[in-house]
């Protein structure tokens, strides 16, 4: 029951398009005590099914600028890589730290940054 909670948590924050790692990765390393590099891995495997549904919506709704997404795919291809090769390379409690930081960059941007319409006001 537990899986199915994290599953379902983890799938409605993806299709919203934050990204559902930050929920998953947590929730499996610390309830399910799996190993950071096996929550990461199952990470990239829960993404793909629900970045395809999530892209499929997005398309039929019109919310993708495709010349903008086209070099960001790109270089996060590149990316991808590089950054694979480097969580191989890094031990499971350096990767955990690692990215528990990034998740407290990220909190903290987003708790502070000002949105479009508090600028325009």
């Keep these: 029951m537990l899986l199915f909670l994290i599953g379902l948590a983890a799938g409605i924050i993806s299709g919203m398009g934050i990204g559902g790692g930050a929920i998953l990765i947590p929730a499996l390393v610390i309830f399910v005590n799996s190993d950071q590099h096996i929550a ?13 549904i999530a892209l499929i919506i997005h398309i039929r709704n ?12 790109l270089f996060g291809l590149a990316g991808s890589f590089v950054g694979s090769q480097l969580a191989i390379t890094l031990p499971g409690h350096s990767l955990k730290k690692w990215f528990a930081l990034f998740l407290l960059v990220m909190g903290c941007y987003e708790f502070f940054r ?4 508090e600028t325009e006001a």
């Design 62 to 73: 019109k919310k993708i600028e495709f010349k903008s997404a086209i070099p960001i795919v």
């Design 40 to 52: 990461q891995s199952v990470n990239l495997l829960f993404f793909i099914p629900t970045a395809i």
């Design 114 to 117: 000002k949105s479009k319409k």
